[in-house]
């Protein structure tokens, strides 16, 4: 079983416990039809973003985390053939969860979603 983010072709170009970069060049198979960023194509960018931040921060015994919510707000539209550069930060870090919120812009800085989302350690 390959996992979902697997297939997005996603890239970690940073990662720490204050912050996550991910890189994503946007295919025509992740656009609307007018041809940009699908919502839900941002939406699994920022999810899988904040989540690998989520992992840098878990408390001692935890082994994984899941995303217990989620609030996506669609910005501006970004055109397929861009890069996109997610951004991830905590919010929040707590014993069982963690709080971070993930700006998904285009490389040249253009606005694309904001992304807050609730990781409990599991």
Not at 7 to 25: M, N, P
Not at 27 to 46: D, I, N, R, V
Not at 48 to 74: D, H, R, Y
């Amino acid at each position: 079983m390959v996992p979902f983010a697997a297939h997005l072709d996603l890239t970690i170009v940073e990662l720490g416990k204050d912050r996550v970069v991910v890189h994503a060049l946007i295919k025509p198979e992740y656009c609307t039809s007018g041809g940009t960023a699908h919502g839900g194509f941002l939406m699994a960018l920022a999810d899988f973003t904040g989540a690998v931040g989520a992992i840098q921060v878990l408390p001692e015994g935890a082994k994984t985390t899941t995303t217990i919510e989620s609030k996506t707000n669609m910005m501006g539209a970004i055109p397929v053939g861009s890069t996109l550069v997610a951004t991830a930060t905590p919010l929040h870090v707590g014993r069982r969860t963690s709080v971070w919120v993930t700006r998904v812009e285009s490389a040249e800085g253009k606005l694309a979603s904001v992304t807050t989302q609730t990781q409990m350690a599991i």
